[in-house]
């Protein structure tokens, strides 16, 4: 029984946790249905029953949404029928549940139900329902009201909607890579919020302290604060100072007064104390409603003050920390992505089942072809088949699809008459589209069979869409909801662009992730929905939450985060009768959702459409190869203004001989005419062609300076042809596999350090691949020009030894030094050819000294980079940042970026009233910047010339703009209108003076690399922007048809019908938004007269009209007024058009934005075509540059006073206690300290001056154990030192004087910023926070020059609005705080519109036109607006500013986030082993002084632990190579912290996979360069010790001829060859062990291979003399060292008697040296070169033989 058991138990464990589908394994998540081995009960898993089981599940979600008190007031049998249903579901559930605890078992068992988390999720829905149903059935016998708190009970079962879903619940990834994944997100969104958290309460603490109660207002004179009613207020209502020298101040009639009313009048937003002040920061984080709060304390406070708290709150809050979210879920994805592809490979591309695909050629291009062999056939003749597949027959219904938008499109609507009218000639229009489209499909069915037909996604699309358009034109249908079938028909048009269809289909052809995605999305509205619904729907008359449908439309609405403030107070308000608990939950509630689904599901959308975007890996390494070698062909081509020359024929200057040539010296003969005779330049393309077994072939290597030097020239390198392109596609995809298995580095397992994995296995992958690139180890023969004739060989040796990747790069650097020396030579040519080429002005000599002074004075310039005047080596500087920038450009160049801000400065003082024309200050300004840029023009032209000079002035758009920017300002400067009229070319002119901000963007080179970025990634933003439009364009032919018409109302509510729309009545005004009562008064107001129109914003009566409404909802501001309107005018209905073009323009739309330009900005940067690996790499750089030495002195020895202390303060309760202080600081700023209440002030004062003495003791006790200089050593330390000084002189003047008044004010504000500054300090005390400051300083400094040009651009739109809209009247929206009349108004309201807030009412104000203002003929005096520029100017901006420079601070945010997104699994250095280094770093460092001898290196290394540690014992040549790369580097020198973890970086990793081709080539070359010198090394310390043992073994008598040993020891010191050790099997003697003990042995005995060295050897001198090799004395000074090794034996000695021969044979040019051994004491070796001259070789011949014979 039990071995039956066992594998059945196994089996269905292995389907519990795998399935398969598409031969991967999936991770199931999902229930386990399998543990039933219960014939009785067998029906619980059977697929029906789960079926039925999940058909109750939404049963159950549909009664639970349907129960509500105002559902059931609307039909009465509802009740019952969802009782009945209810109790259908819950017996169902229940037998379910009784089921399953008798197969599991309830506690016990193999899988008990009490402990499976499936089952504990399906027993706590049973009980949800059985309470559900025990509560109705209260309800219906009226023992519990249904208004009452005990309907929030049924809130848990809009979960068990969950049922439906959790069985799809499988992954592609082992589920323990993917329970890592979610765990590693998860902590990062912990921490991320933590951060959020953080700067939240950051900013509470200072709303709190700056602002307080903000309770001023304006009223009339004896007003009771406790009784204010409506009319007392001032109209509008207005915040107010009582100081007299900020804020607002009331005017005559009215007084300041401070009014005390509950929160539920004055609202639940404010400073009061920190609850509400941290809802309020958090309320202005989601950008909604913050302007207004900003205008309250500008009335009320200091204006700069609270500009500065709000500004740097949203650039904080909302574009920095909120953007992290997205950075940590876009990196989840990657994850998951990179680990997919690691185990399963490359993502497969969907393409048709009925097709196969070929390669075709198409001109100059490669294209897949389809091929429809298999396709099934229809019943058409041959011919009809033909024109299905011509393309006049796809133009022509292309064109009839445009043509029918566009009839579509031209409906409009001028009154409500017309909407009755349907059948009109539209009408008969659409029948006669909607009968060709029919044709259509008929004649593909015909032709293609309905079975071949149906086979294609897009025929199917096609199909819906005749059978719907045909129902659309039933005159019962037309004009309804059927219309989305007429508008559908414009997505066809994306086939005639082929790059929008690609596009298109990038995005949303992998359309599983994205359809999941906006499933889960709509699951989790609906499931928010109805729990919303269950906890509000017993507040009576809450019209927020009565029914489903209006939950739906209000968690959509936070959704949007549109209004979703008003959803929360509305909430709030009608549960502050519950006491102060309810209003709190309900506000945490809100948030969290708010907080979720504009953070995590927004993000999700934008990480998709990023990973749809994404390459795969192989790709990318092709693409990395493709742009290189496309920057190599466009770096060879000159400009065409420069290749204009070319078109004339040449005209060289000729010189004029007048005496016999023998006088004097020729010139030399131009080089472009000796070039004509010269042989053709060599193509450096290599031959990838097989080599046949018969041919020869050469190779041609790298230089190496032999013995003998030949005078003959270097040779081709044999045939080369173009390599072709498929070739090299498929033998790179092949290398890679070979070389690359998987794209993500793990940690091998086994007990070896991270170095000795990566070096072993380097040495496996060149043992592989061979010693050295562009080596062959085969029997060749060389050559005196370094050809290696191989003869007769494989063709797949040569294959195999040449790697790809080895020709790519260098092929790559040899055709880019081509490129520039072509391109270079052109220009010579043209200088040689054309005298007036590079001639300024064709006037300016090329060589003349007036031009050399001009550009002398152009190209002046700060040399930032301080060298070593002896070495040469750059010095470090302490302000090096300041030095770089004073070098950022030339000295002329700074003038005039001076002279470009203080014009604008100049510029930012004119006012509609204060012009340039009137005002002789500004005029100067104006001269000044003129003169200033004419004299920086003409130095610049006379310089580098104009326009046909390599460096001329207008080269490009930068100098174009210049040159427009200079032309616009002498035009204007010269004329100065006095009186400016709409439309003129007096405003044009003006206008066009606006951009001189942006001559900045051409002056500062970061800024231009910045807009050269943005224009190079356009095309997919303007693809973007094709696909909203078209969105924009369908939605609002649909809106015409629909609505267009309907949307006419009176003006007074009251009137329902047109005909009585007359006369006039009484319009109220808007006084406050306070719930105050009116009072006994009328309420304020006016007579207008009624109208029967439009809504005031918006229309849908034409196509202008709807597209101008929906981009104004695609931008989520104004839709709700939108929405309502439409409800109430045409039907609830109808509101389904708005939610549904709200979900897809926002949440597919303005997501596509951020990916585009997140994408576009990596691509520009380089790291979008980088793999994870490489990516991973250079983010390990960029932690390793931030990461600094600790600066904390080591533990002291022994166990004495200051040893205890410090064990004290590097104990974890210790660091924990001190935050814990630091909160607790914090805590007392909850409330304000102001003077006014000095009791409360004094006590929280004295509270925080005793954790200011705990401060002081900490810093005593940190002093005591890291002894005062150790402790000053940190900066950190040094900033806690400051605080707690400047805390003790707070102290004192609290205690010691007694201030009130201001003066109490000035010192409760200091203790208040020290404080505050501590509280900054936790930062640095915990990790995650102190990553993701460092992440945000990171972004803040990279993006300098992004913000800095978003700057400017609203510099310059805001002079374009001082001059369009300056004078405009005020509306509903532009008012007191919100106009254009001065420049820094002006911007202020820029700032706002950049947050989306009301940006489209201010629109609509600013289009303001007669009769509602008065239009007078100059723009200074008329108070009207200008619609169209109106809409260019608030589009545009909006546009740049929020869709795309916005975005770019994303970028920059997720580049930067990376940084610090380590994984402790991966084989990179993560933070335990940078902090493992820092520890060890500072032990060895004892000075602080962040460097180290280079000697001390080894201790270094020996010390570390961890993943870095290297075993001496059995790991003692990665420690040589190590110190001596140290060694080689830094030439004796000390060595920084960041240059020995570097060090480290580099040997940790495997650099085939991690690194680009350059840096790979120069660090496999470094390292091959290093193991040839250990190694020389080590062969120099084993022929010293067998020398000496030689010498030790020989006769008195033969140790005076030492003349071979002087040589021998002369030819170690000065080595020849490169020494390469062969790997044998023979073992060490033990003789040579134990002689060589003191040595280290890190080599085997066996072959030696040696290698030229590129070092230029004298010729050898004759065999009969022998040859003295000897250093040099610049190498005898380097090598101290040597010099006693070789003084010990007399160079001038002769040893007789000496005998010493090799054991084996040398193959030189194919003859054989035969050398006899002379004595078994010598080691047994050979030694081989293979480029070896063949004097050295006989030369060493002829010593042997000579001994012998004098033996």
Not at 108 to 118: L, M, N, S, V
Not at 484 to 502: C, G, I, N, W
Not at 1233 to 1260: D, H, P
Not at 1266 to 1295: A, C, E, Q
Request: proline share 4%; with cysteine; aromatic share 12%.
């Amino acid at each position: 029984m039990q071995t039956t058991f066992v594998p059945a138990l196994s089996k269905m464990l292995v389907n519990r946790k795998t399935s398969f589908k598409d031969s991967h394994p999936l991770s199931d998540f999902g229930p386990d249905e399998n543990l039933n081995d219960n014939a009785d009960i067998d029906w619980v898993n059977k697929p029906w029953v789960r079926g039925l089981l999940r058909f109750c599940a939404f049963l159950s979600l549909v009664s639970v949404s349907l129960n509500t008190p105002e559902m059931f007031a609307l039909s009465v049998h509802l009740m019952y029928v969802t009782f009945i249903f209810d109790l259908i579901v819950t017996f169902l559930f229940s037998a379910e549940m009784i089921a399953k605890m008798h197969i599991r078992g309830i506690v016990k068992g193999e899988a008990p139900y009490i402990k499976d988390r499936w089952c504990q999720f399906d027993g706590v829905m049973v009980l949800c329902l059985w309470m559900s149903l025990i509560l109705q059935v209260f309800e219906m016998t009226k023992i519990v009201d249904m208004y009452s708190y005990w309907s929030i009970m049924r809130f848990p079962r809009p979960l068990i909607l969950i049922r439906l879903f959790r069985e799809k619940l499988k992954f592609q990834l082992p589920k323990q890579r993917i329970e890592t994944i979610f765990k590693r997100s998860r902590n990062q969104i912990i921490n991320v919020t933590t951060f959020f958290l953080f700067f939240m309460s950051l900013y509470g603490i200072l709303g709190v302290q700056f602002f307080g109660e903000l309770k001023n207002h304006c009223v009339r004179n004896g007003t009771d604060p406790r009784n204010v009613t409506k009319a007392d207020l001032m109209i509008p209502d207005y915040y107010c100072s009582r100081n007299p020298d900020y804020g607002y101040h009331c005017t005559s009639g009215m007084v300041c007064m401070q009014l005390e009313l509950s929160n539920v009048h004055r609202g639940f937003d404010g400073f009061d104390e920190f609850i509400t002040s941290f809802f309020t920061v958090y309320e202005a984080a989601s950008q909604e409603g913050w302007v207004f709060l900003m205008y309250r304390a500008i009335d009320s406070l200091y204006t700069e003050l609270a500009f500065v708290y709000f500004i740097t709150l949203i650039f904080i809050l909302a574009w920095l920390v909120k953007n992290i979210f997205i950075a940590v879920i876009i990196e989840s994805f990657a994850e998951i992505r990179v680990q997919f592809q690691q185990m399963w490979g490359s993502r497969g591309s969907a393409t048709d089942s009925d097709s196969s695909q070929v390669i075709q050629c198409e001109g100059n291009s490669w294209k897949m072809v389809l091929i429809d062999e298999n396709k099934a056939k229809g019943f058409a003749p041959p011919f009809f088949q033909k024109i299905l597949c011509s393309n006049f027959f796809h133009t022509f219904f292309l064109l009839l699809v445009f043509a029918n938008a566009i009839t579509g499109a031209t409906l409009s609507f001028r009154g409500q008459a017309d909407v009755r009218n349907k059948l009109d000639g539209f009408y008969y229009a659409e029948v006669a589209f909607t009968v060709l489209f029919d044709l259509e499909v008929v004649f593909k069915i015909w032709c293609l069979g309905f079975q071949g037909y149906k086979k294609r996604p897009f025929h199917k699309f096609e199909l819906l869409l005749a059978i719907g358009t045909t129902l659309h034109i039933i005159p019962q249908f037309y004009r309804g909801h059927f219309t989305y079938f007429q508008v559908l028909r414009v997505v066809r048009l994306m086939k005639a662009s082929p790059m929008l269809e690609d596009f298109c289909f990038k995005i949303f052809g992998p359309g599983k992730k994205l359809g999941h995605l906006i499933l889960f999305t709509m699951c989790l509205l609906i499931i928010a929905s109805s729990i919303s619904l269950q906890l509000f729907c017993n507040i009576r008359n809450f019209n927020k939450f009565g029914r489903f449908d209006q939950a739906f439309m209000s968690m959509f609405q936070i959704l949007t985060q549109e209004g979703w403030i008003e959803v929360m107070d509305g909430a709030i308000e009608e549960t502050e009768t519950g006491g102060f608990f309810f209003p709190l939950i309900c506000a945490i509630y809100f948030i969290l959702y708010h907080q979720f689904v504009t953070v995590i599901v927004i993000s999700s959308f934008v990480a998709v459409i990023l990973d749809n975007l994404e390459l795969d890996e192989d790709i990318k390494k092709l693409k990395q190869l493709k742009a290189r070698e496309q920057v190599t062909e466009s770096q060879q081509k000159l400009p065409m203004r420069l290749r204009v020359f070319t078109k004339f024929p040449n005209h060289p200057q000729m010189v004029y001989l007048y005496k016999i040539p023998g006088d004097f010296s020729l010139s030399q003969i131009r080089e472009s005419v000796m070039r004509q005779f010269s042989t053709p330049e060599v193509n450096l393309t290599v031959d990838i062609q097989e080599i046949s077994e018969e041919s020869t072939t050469l190779v041609k290597f790298s230089p190496v300076k032999l013995v003998r030097q030949d005078v003959s020239g270097s040779k081709s390198g044999g045939a080369m042809e173009k390599r072709s392109g498929i070739t090299l596609i498929v033998r790179d995809s092949a290398q890679q596999k070979m070389q690359v298995c998987g794209s993500t580095q793990l940690v091998p397992s086994g007990p070896k350090s991270l170095l000795s994995q990566q070096y072993q296995l380097r040495m496996d992958r060149r043992s592989m691949r061979g010693s050295r690139p562009g080596s062959l180890k085969t029997r060749s023969t060389a050559k005196e020009n370094g050809d290696i004739h191989l003869g007769k060989i494989n063709s797949s040796i040569l294959n195999r030894t040449r790697t790809p990747d080895d020709y790519d790069i260098k092929v790559w650097q040899q055709r880019k030094q081509q490129a520039e020396i072509k391109r270079s030579q052109q220009e010579e040519d043209l200088r040689e050819n054309h005298p007036l080429f590079d001639t300024p002005l064709f006037t300016v000599g090329r060589e003349s000294q007036f031009r050399k002074v001009c550009q002398m004075i152009v190209n002046a310039q700060y040399n930032h980079t301080l060298r070593d005047p002896i070495t040469g080596k750059e010095l470090n500087s302490k302000y090096k940042r300041i030095h770089k920038i004073l070098g950022l450009v030339t000295y002329l160049d700074w003038v005039m970026i001076m002279v470009t801000i203080l014009s604008c400065i100049s510029m930012a003082f004119e006012t509609p009233k204060r012009r340039i024309m009137n005002t002789p200050e500004l005029q100067i300004a104006e001269y000044v910047f003129v003169i200033c840029m004419s004299i920086e023009m003409g130095l610049k032209v006379l310089a580098n010339g104009f326009f046909f000079t390599p460096k001329g002035v207008v080269k490009d758009f930068g100098g174009m703009l210049n040159l427009f920017i200079y032309a616009v300002s002498v035009i204007f400067l010269c004329w100065m209108p006095q009186e400016v009229k709409r439309d003129s070319p007096a405003q044009v002119f003006l206008l066009l003076r606006c951009l001189r901000p942006l001559r900045i963007f051409v002056l500062v080179p970061h800024m231009r690399k910045v807009v050269y970025e943005l224009i190079r990634g356009f095309k997919e933003i303007i693809l973007v922007s094709v696909l909203l439009v078209v969105l924009m364009f369908m939605f609002a032919i649909y809106g015409v048809h629909v609505l267009g018409g309907k949307l006419h109302k009176c003006n007074d509510p009251n009137i329902t019908t047109k005909e009585e729309c007359k006369g006039r009545f009484f319009q109220k005004v808007f006084v406050t938004q306070m719930k105050i009562p009116n009072g006994t008064e009328s309420e304020a107001g006016f007579f207008v007269p009624r109208t029967w129109s439009n809504p005031y914003n918006f229309n849908f009566d034409n196509i202008g009209s709807a597209m101008l409404a929906l981009f104004e909802v695609l931008s989520l501001e104004g839709w709700l007024e939108v929405r309502d309107v439409i409800i109430e005018r045409v039907g609830l209905e109808h509101a389904i058009y708005v939610h549904v073009f709200v979900f897809m323009g926002y949440m597919i739309g303005l997501t596509l934005f951020v990916g585009v330009v997140i994408a576009n900005y990596s691509e520009n940067k380089g790291t979008a075509l980088l793999t994870v690996d490489q990516r991973r790499w250079l983010d390990l750089k960029g932690r390793i540059k931030l990461a600094q030495p600790l600066h904390i002195p080591p533990r002291p020895d022994g166990t004495s006073f200051r040893a205890k202390m410090y064990d004290i303060t590097q104990h974890k309760k210790f660091k924990a206690a001190t935050v814990f202080l630091i909160l607790v600081n914090c805590g007392l700023l909850g409330v304000p300290w102001k003077s006014s209440n000095a009791r409360q002030t004094f006590i929280l004062g004295s509270v925080s001056a005793v954790c200011t003495l705990l401060f002081l003791c900490e810093v005593i006790i940190k002093m005591i154990a890291l002894t005062p200089k150790g402790y000053w050593t940190s900066r950190r330390n040094r900033f806690d030192m400051l605080l707690t000084f400047l805390g003790v002189i707070w102290i004192i003047l609290h205690f010691t004087f007694n201030l009130t008044g201001q003066e109490g004010d000035a010192n409760n504000v200091f203790g208040v910023i020290i404080i505050v500054l501590r509280f900054c300090t936790i930062c640095g005390k915990h990790a995650a926070l102190k990553m993701l400051t460092q992440t945000v300083v990171m972004s803040v400094l990279k993006s300098f020059f992004i913000i800095t040009g978003m700057f400017l651009l609203i510099l310059f739109y805001a002079y374009l609005g001082v001059i369009l809209f300056g004078t405009v009247k005020h509306g509903y929206n532009l008012g007191r705080q919100a106009n254009f009349q001065t420049t820094p108004m002006a911007i202020a309201l820029l700032f706002r519109i950049v947050t989306g807030e009301d940006w489209n009412k201010i629109m609509h104000d600013c289009m303001v036109a007669p009769p509602f203002c008065t239009n007078v003929g100059n723009i200074w005096e008329s108070d009207c607006g200008n619609g169209t520029a109106s809409i260019v100017y608030f589009f545009s901006f909006y546009i740049i500013i929020t869709y795309i420079v916005l975005n770019l601070l994303v970028a920059i945010i997720m580049e930067n986030f990376s940084l610090f997104y380590s994984n402790e699994e991966d084989a990179l250095l993560n933070y335990n082993d940078i902090r493992n280094f820092q520890n060890t770093w500072n032990i060895v460092d004892v000075n602080r002084k962040g460097s180290i001898p280079v000697r001390r290196v080894k201790f270094l290394l020996r010390l570390l632990k961890g993943r870095l540690e290297v075993d001496l014992e059995k790991e003692r040549l990665v420690f040589k190579h190590m110190c001596y790369e140290m060694e080689r580097l830094h030439g004796g020198m000390d060595v920084s912290f960041h240059d020995v973890i570097s060090m480290l970086s580099y040997r940790s990793v495997d650099i085939c996979k991690s690194l680009q081709l350059e840096e790979l080539l120069a660090r496999q070359e470094l390292e091959y360069t290093i193991e040839e010198e250990v190694a020389k090394q080590t062969i120099r310390n084993w022929l010293d010790s067998c020398l000496k043992r030689i010498r030790a073994k020989l006769p008195p008598q033969q140790k005076e001829h030492t003349n071979l040993i002087s040589n021998l020891r002369a030819t170690n010191e000065q080595p020849l060859f490169t020494l390469t050790e062969q790997p044998s099997s023979a073992a060490e003697s033990s003789e040579e062990n134990r002689n060589e003990s003191p040595v280290v042995r890190t080599r085997k005995k066996g072959m030696v291979e040696l290698q030229p060295p590129n070092i230029l050897v004298q010729p050898p001198p004759p065999p009969t003399q022998s040859p003295t090799l000897r250093t040099s004395p610049r190498i005898e000074k380097e090598r101290p060292t040597l010099k006693k090794r070789s003084g010990r034996l007399s160079s001038g000695s002769n040893f007789k008697g000496l005998t010493v021969n090799l054991s084996q044979t040398s193959e030189i040019k194919g003859e054989t040296l035969a050398v006899s051994p002379l004595q078994k004491t010598f080691t047994e070796s050979i030694l081989i070169g293979e480029n070896v001259s063949t004097n050295i070789q006989s030369w060493w011949g002829d010593q042997f033989s000579q001994n012998e014979q004098e033996k």
